[in-house]
């Protein structure tokens, strides 16, 4: 889920993130083989978790908390993505109308 843009990645070990956002090392491999989260690797294929992986991570960790299985939590994730994005389309499109209205009055 986590990704996307390349900024701010490869900032901690597995190890670092896990006791970071207060999980173990193997809950952070399960969330990656189900989606829910897609480190950095190095050229070796080691892990590397940004600040964004840590946000998600802590979202999870919400979720769960909430009772959501893991199958509702990349549901819940992916439909926040969605909305992040029609939000800043929103955005664009509202600054472009009014970019066209002060051309044009």
């Known amino acids: 889920m986590a990704g996307g843009n390349d900024a701010g990645r490869g900032v901690y ?4 993130a896990a006791e970071l956002v207060g999980m173990g090392q193997q809950n952070l491999r399960l969330y990656e083989r189900r989606g829910l989260i897609e480190p950095g690797r190095t050229l070796g294929g080691t892990r590397q978790y940004s600040e964004e992986d840590l946000a998600t991570l802590r979202r999870i960790g919400e979720l769960l908390d909430l009772g959501l299985n893991l199958a509702g939590i ?14 800043r ?14 051309r044009s009055g």
């Open 13 to 16: 070990a597995i190890s670092v």
């Open 74 to 87: 990349g549901m819940v994730l992916r439909l926040e993505a969605e909305n992040r994005r029609l939000q």
């Open 89 to 102: 389309e929103l955005r664009s499109a509202t600054a472009e109308r009014a970019n066209a209205r002060t």
